[in-house]
């Protein structure tokens, strides 16, 4: 069983950084797509960043040169790290793996970007 567990969410400064960390545990292929996502308050979740197996990224036009996503194949684990960070922002970002026609999340950790 796939099981993804995200860390690194808190209470940030505007044009603060984190870094988001999901370690998945069970087994994925090398061309599982993993992948971040957010959902602020009263919004549908949204793809903020994705990377391939063979290391191509996709980034959401609004994070775009501020958030970079990296994956370590031999430990399991996708990172974000976010940059410059805003206000809007502010969201709970969750981890996803899509393999084999399988989607998996994690509980999602909370990011507020805040004076």
């Known amino acids: 069983q796939v099981q993804l567990v995200e860390s690194g969410g808190g209470l940030v400064q505007p044009g603060g950084s984190l870094r988001l960390s999901c370690v998945v545990s069970?087994?994925?292929?090398?061309?599982?797509?993993m992948g971040w996502y957010r959902q602020a308050p009263g919004k549908q979740r949204d793809v903020v960043a994705q990377i391939i197996g063979g290391g191509t990224t996709i980034y959401a036009d609004s994070v775009k040169g501020r958030f970079t996503i990296s994956r370590d194949n031999a430990k399991n684990m996708v990172d974000l790290q976010i940059n410059s960070l805003k206000p809007e922002d502010t969201a709970v970002y969750y981890c996803?793996?899509?393999?084999?026609?399988?989607?998996?999340w994690g509980k999602g950790t909370l990011v507020t970007v805040s004076s």
């Open positions: 996803n793996v899509h393999d084999r026609g399988y989607a998996y």
């Open positions: 069970g087994s994925i292929s090398s061309i599982a797509i």
